[in-house]
């Protein structure tokens, strides 16, 4: 495999799960963002990581504090990616702020870097061409979690190169995701597709007083075996990216989608709770009530 040395642009929850990931697996990993105050809060969640992949026995302390070792902090965007084969975008999923920071990567990346996009609602063909390599352009998009929930969604557009798409798959392999192959372009991917709608008709039922969120994640439970409801889910994924989905979507006339973007925010944004990130959200962790078994008897 060509790729040796990755950059990771934007270390916010998923950018430095990404970033870590890949350096508890071995490659040099070059960690980018738009100032020291936010290298500094990607610090505090490499730190957190440290602690959860012991806490879950993926990895002992000398593994999390030699892959810590291997990343690299940086403002400047020509010395994160100097050396780069492959850059992982994880930036803001807003599109003037993508389309700004290909523009800047374009031009600062040598010819052979390979672009990977992590972004959760925009397809390849949206933003290849704000960079000037169409045929090294594709997305690679992960779950929060990532040591966890394992899987890679590699979607490659029309000009995507083969030899690009199967060296992305096996680095996939190589920092021990699964990968899954998208073959055309699909917004929301293979996950996103399926959960989407899952979620929102989870919280539609919330918003209009049908039914609590546990009373939902219980029936969800009990009824299919298995192990995380809706919400559960919701608190893993973190309320900022179904945020600003529903709310685009509401802005765009769905009404559902709309008040399903206010739940989020008076439920989780205005209350600080940003789900397992920040251990508060429907539940509230490392001890969350679904996980007791009386939660599936009472």
């Known amino acids: 495999m060509k790729i040796k040395d990755v950059a990771v642009a934007g270390t916010g929850v998923l950018g430095s799960q990404i970033a870590f990931q890949t350096a508890f697996k071995g490659f040099e990993v070059s960690a980018y963002d738009i100032n020291d105050e936010a290298l500094e809060k990607a610090k505090e969640r490499f730190n957190v990581l440290k602690e959860r992949y012991q806490e879950d026995k993926y990895g002992t302390k000398e593994e999390v504090e030699a892959a810590y070792n291997r990343i690299s902090l940086h ?49 390849p063909s949206q933003l290849v061409g704000f960079t000037d390599r169409p045929e090294k352009y594709l997305h690679l998009h992960f779950a929060n979690e990532i040591w966890k929930l394992n899987i890679a969604e590699v979607m490659k557009h029309e000009g995507t190169a083969p030899e690009v798409f199967d060296e992305v798959i096996e680095f996939a392999k190589a920092i021990g995701m699964v990968p ?7 917004p929301g991917y293979v996950l996103n597709t399926l959960l989407v709608p899952h979620l929102k008709a989870a919280m539609q039922m919330v918003v209009d007083g049908v039914a609590a969120p546990e009373v939902v994640d219980k029936t969800w439970m009990i009824s299919t075996g298995a192990p995380l409801g809706p919400f559960a889910f919701l608190d893993i994924i973190g309320p900022n990216t179904p945020y600003n989905l529903y709310k685009a979507w509401g802005e765009e006339g769905d009404e559902l989608s709309a008040r399903v973007a206010g739940w989020i925010k008076s439920e989780y944004l205005d209350k600080g709770k940003m789900g397992t990130a920040n251990g508060k959200g429907v539940y509230t962790y490392p001890n969350p009530a679904y996980q007791d078994p009386d939660f599936l008897k009472s």
């Open 75 to 123: 403002t400047d965007l020509a010395k994160a990616v100097e050396n780069a084969d492959l850059v992982i975008e994880a930036v803001p999923e807003l599109l003037d702020i993508k389309q700004n920071f290909y523009k800047k990567l374009s031009q600062v990346a040598k010819k052979e870097t390979i672009f990977a996009s992590n972004s959760s609602t925009m397809i």
């Open 180 to 186: 899954i192959p998208l073959h055309k372009e699909q």
